[in-house]
């Protein structure tokens, strides 16, 4: 079975994200928003998706993609014959008049490495979910595309007849190309490009040097970090799962979704990488996002809303090939309907550090205190509440253990802000929920397997009860989190330290695939009971799961060893950094021995 690999590489600035597949097209581009219909979509559909390549008119190239060090900065060489070209694509992000500068604009350089190559540019935006292509306009050194409200506009120095007529031309100096969204370009095309370039590599370099990471496989934490920073709507402080929809987690499976909207459980995993990294600016912009949250009636969140606080996110099917023929082609989400009790449990763990750090001062606390109540407030009324759990099962309630685990923690946390409150009502109530919620994880427990189940009556073994280990539940007795994780192992473990989210069957059968952020919980699992050599030796397997630039899907398929499910996958990359945080921090231990 051949193995299947995504073939492209993601750039972004905090405000929108692009795929540059290793043949230079742009197959996803959505704009104004991260969950904006695609401008360009060729990833979903070859022929309605439109297309922005750079390409010679001969089938036969070589390509190599990588990013420049450090930086979310993607380059891209094309060879063919005697004759090469490379193409840097960016996304503008600085410091600019005390404001981070991030515009709806991708910056395309292209220049000549060797020979005299030819290439052709191929420039189809579309809209309206790819039934429309836009309609080129011609101006003195730009091309407008008509038919959205906002203006599409391509700025090159390129000859715009070459660019409409997509006509081969020999590349003898360095070509920009400028397309934007809403507001143009309107300023020199050469120098400004350049400026921009060594701008936005300078702010990523700074980014970087601002980390703190242990030594171990500082490379690929560093490129996770990259990934999951553009992955936040700076505007709003949202985190989203995915800039992607639809792309299958296995083969004519139909789990396709549209992942492009902020879970509040997957925000929390995310802030919890970058807290461990030492960046707290992602988790100001998050708390003001939180915030700023409808509830119902009774105060209740939805397990996910769009990046600017909606609601409402209809899963709308569309008319489009898919993924490598797999439909349906979903976008919107219908999990927003759902109970998912978690996540009250999330957003508590997710504000400690906002109330236990004394780099916040007490200004950025005291304001949330009526946030803090109401969460807890939540955590005592669902906590005999059956729900979808955190796999959004669409036709399957239950009492889940990861539920009562995230009571539990929250509770926890609330302690912990109470007593920076010094308010003793509130930490009274928080001691009570944690007793009441550490009661609900002993229901789920299974004295003849010595293992906590999926939930209340059942003994399905479910992944995500790993994160009784790692989250602390069971404290110093590591006999009894190793007795659980050696249940786990029986049930979930497939090749090369792959893990299985559950095997049960759900609403559309028995999963196919691996979910790789379990298996990255169980590496960590493994270096919290002191298994630190296989932790090591499976965090050495799994990493193995990437594609050429060091980003990892949802899903792999431990049979093919193949890439599944939306990509690049935030939750993936915050399972990587989290192990390698545990990993890291028990290695690099002083030994003066």
Same mark, same amino acid.
């Given at each position: 079975?051949?193995?299947?690999?995504?073939?492209?590489?993601?750039?972004?600035?905090?405000?929108?994200?692009?795929?540059?597949?290793?043949?230079?097209?742009?197959?996803?581009?959505?704009?104004? @928003?991260?969950?904006?219909?695609?401008?360009?979509?060729g990833?979903? $559909?070859?022929? /309605?998706?439109?297309?922005?390549?750079?390409?010679?008119?001969?089938k036969h190239i070589h390509c190599q993609q990588k990013y420049l060090e450090n930086t979310n900065i993607l380059e891209t060489t094309i060879s063919y014959e005697e004759n090469a070209y490379k193409v840097t694509d960016f996304a503008p992000r600085f410091h600019n008049h005390g404001r981070y500068f991030k515009p709806l604009m991708l910056i395309r350089k292209v220049e000549a490495v060797k020979g005299t190559p030819q290439i052709k540019i191929t420039c189809r935006p579309m809209s309206?979910?790819?039934?429309?292509?836009?309609?080129?306009?011609?101006?003195?050194?730009?091309?407008?595309?008509?038919?959205? $409200?906002?203006?599409? @506009?391509?700025?090159?120095?390129?000859?715009?007849?070459?660019?409409l007529d997509e006509k081969?031309?020999?590349?003898h100096q360095p070509i920009y190309l400028i397309f934007t969204y809403g507001k143009p370009l309107e300023a020199p095309i050469e120098t400004t490009a350049e400026n921009f370039q060594q701008a936005t590599t300078a702010y990523w370099r700074d980014w970087i040097k601002s980390t703190s990471i242990t030594s171990f496989h500082?490379?690929?934490?560093?490129?996770?970090?990259?990934?999951?920073?553009?992955?936040?709507?700076?505007?709003?402080?949202?985190?989203?799962?995915?800039?992607?929809t639809s792309l299958p987690e296995s083969?004519?499976?139909?789990?396709?979704?549209?992942y492009r909207y902020c879970w509040i459980r997957d925000s929390y995993y995310t802030l919890n990488a970058f807290n461990n990294i030492g960046h707290f600016e992602e988790l100001e912009k998050y708390f003001e996002y939180i915030q700023n949250l409808p509830t119902n009636g009774n105060g209740r969140y939805q397990p996910l809303y769009s990046i600017t606080g909606e609601s409402e996110l209809t899963e709308v099917v569309h008319d489009l090939q898919g993924y490598k023929g797999n439909q349906p082609v979903r976008f919107g989400n219908q999990a927003y309907t759902h109970i998912q009790n978690d996540l009250y449990g999330q957003v508590l763990v997710s504000l400690l550090p906002l109330y236990s750090d004394k780099r916040f001062v007490e200004s950025e606390k005291s304001h949330s205190k009526p946030m803090i109540e109401r969460?807890?407030?939540s955590i005592e009324e669902t906590m005999d509440e059956p729900d979808a759990g955190l796999w959004e099962f669409r036709n399957l309630k239950q009492e889940h253990c990861y539920t009562f685990l995230f009571h539990w923690a929250g509770s926890c946390a609330a302690i912990k802000i109470a007593e920076t409150l010094k308010d003793s009502d509130l930490k009274d109530?928080?001691?009570?929920? @944690? $007793? @009441?919620?550490?009661?609900?994880?002993?229901?789920?427990?299974?004295?003849?397997? /010595?293992?906590?189940?999926?939930?209340?009556?059942? /003994?399905?073994?479910d992944a995500s009860t790993l994160k009784l280990i790692t989250m602390g539940y069971f404290g110093n007795d590591i006999e009894r989190a190793n007795n659980h994780l050696i249940q786990l192992e029986k049930e979930l473990l497939a090749q090369d330290f792959l893990f299985y989210r559950y095997k049960h069957e759900d609403d559309f059968g028995e999963p196919d695939t691996t979910f790789l952020i379990c298996a990255f919980w169980y590496i960590e699992a493994l270096a919290c009971v002191n298994r630190l050599e296989e932790a090591e030796e499976g965090f050495e397997k799994l990493i193995q799961y990437c594609n050429h630039l060091k980003l990892f899907s949802e899903d792999v398929d431990q049979d093919s060893k193949s890439q599944w499910g939306n990509f690049p996958q935030a939750y993936s990359h915050v399972g990587l950094m989290n192990a390698a945080f545990r990993i890291g921090r028990k290695l690099d231990k002083p030994n003066f021995l």
């Open positions: 079975m051949e193995t299947h690999t995504y073939s492209s590489g993601l750039i972004g600035n905090c405000a929108y994200l692009a795929h540059i597949e290793k043949n230079t097209n742009v197959s996803w581009l959505c704009m104004p @928003r991260f969950d904006s219909d695609f401008i360009f979509g990833m979903l $559909d070859k022929e /309605k998706g439109g297309e922005f390549s750079i390409l010679p008119e001969t309206n979910h790819g039934k429309r292509q836009l309609s080129p306009s011609v101006a003195s050194n730009h091309i407008r595309y008509m038919g959205e $409200d906002q203006e599409i @506009r391509l700025t090159t120095n390129a000859s715009l007849t070459y660019v081969p031309f020999v590349l500082q490379s690929f934490v560093l490129r996770s970090a990259l990934v999951l920073k553009i992955h936040q709507y700076e505007d709003t402080g949202a985190i989203i799962a995915a800039s992607t083969p004519n499976s139909t789990r396709n979704w549209d969460l807890l407030s109530k928080a001691i009570m929920l @944690r $007793d @009441r919620s550490k009661g609900k994880i002993e229901s789920c427990y299974v004295p003849e397997l /010595k293992a906590y189940a999926q939930a209340v009556g059942v /003994k399905h073994m």
